[in-house]
């Protein structure tokens, strides 16, 4: 079936250092997927942080960016430097159609915290 | 200011009562979405509707109903809550298609005891 994976639920970095939070994805039944981050900070609603509709091409925002693999099936979210505003809960996911229908599957979500 | 409002925040309720979920969005947007978020689960889709007067089965209805009114508002409808629903739920809206962007609403958390 179709499905989103995030191995890590809870990731720490030092304020500074670099980040990568993966994601891998399964789409059997969508014929194109479109892949995305979703960011929740707290207190807050999820939103957007960047998407990409092309495989091979690459998303950016804020300093992140990830890049459809399609070969590899990933679309691993990556930072060069983090910050402490950048602790949130980060979620990957994939729409498309299957059947006539639109889906939208998020993954379990990874908890970032950035230590000071 | 935020687009998609949700109420109440939090809730506590009582195994066998009702409960209403309410949420608003001033984005003009068709879709509407209720979602439920449990630890270790991804956002999991409950239900959806098209515009007013529309509601669609997600992919985890049972137990749950919801109502469109208007263009403006979306309900998640719990007629007999139960412990199992204990959870927070998110509201969205979106213009649908494939690549559509979600607005989400801050969340819901609601307890049943």
């Known amino acids: 079936g179709d499905s989103v994976t995030q191995t890590e639920g809870q990731v720490t970095v030092s304020e500074s250092k670099s980040l990568i939070i993966n994601c891998t994805y399964s789409a059997t039944s969508i014929a194109y997927p ?3 981050w979703y960011v929740r900070y707290p207190g807050e609603g999820l939103q957007l942080l960047l998407k990409v509709i092309t495989a091979g091409q690459k998303g950016s925002s804020r300093g992140f960016e990830a890049t459809y693999n399609k070969e ?4 691993h979210l990556q930072k060069a430097s983090v910050q402490e505003s950048d ?3 980060y979620y990957c996911a994939l729409s498309g159609v299957s059947s006539g229908s639109w889906q939208l599957i998020f993954g379990s979500g ?3 915290t950035v230590m000071p | 200011e935020a687009a998609v409002t949700q109420s109440p925040r939090n809730k506590v309720a009582v195994t066998g009562g009702k409960v209403t979920l309410s949420c608003n969005q001033t984005n003009n947007h068709n879709n509407m979405y209720w979602y439920r978020q449990d630890t270790g689960h991804g956002l999991r889709l409950i239900h959806y509707s098209y515009g007013a007067g529309s509601t669609e089965k997600g992919d985890i209805p049972d137990g749950y109903k919801a109502s ?4 403006e508002n979306f309900s998640l409808i719990l007629e007999l809550a139960t412990p199992s629903q204990t ?3 998110f509201c969205a809206s979106g213009t649908g298609g494939s690549g559509n962007t979600l607005y989400f609403g801050e969340g819901s958390r609601l307890i049943v005891v």
């Open chain 1, 34 to 36: 479109n892949l995305f």
């Open chain 1, 72 to 75: 590899t099936t990933s679309f």
């Open chain 1, 87 to 89: 602790s949130a809960v």
């Open chain 1, 110 to 112: 990874t908890q970032l």
């Open chain 2, 68 to 71: 469109r009114p208007s263009q």
């Open chain 2, 87 to 89: 959870s927070v739920y």
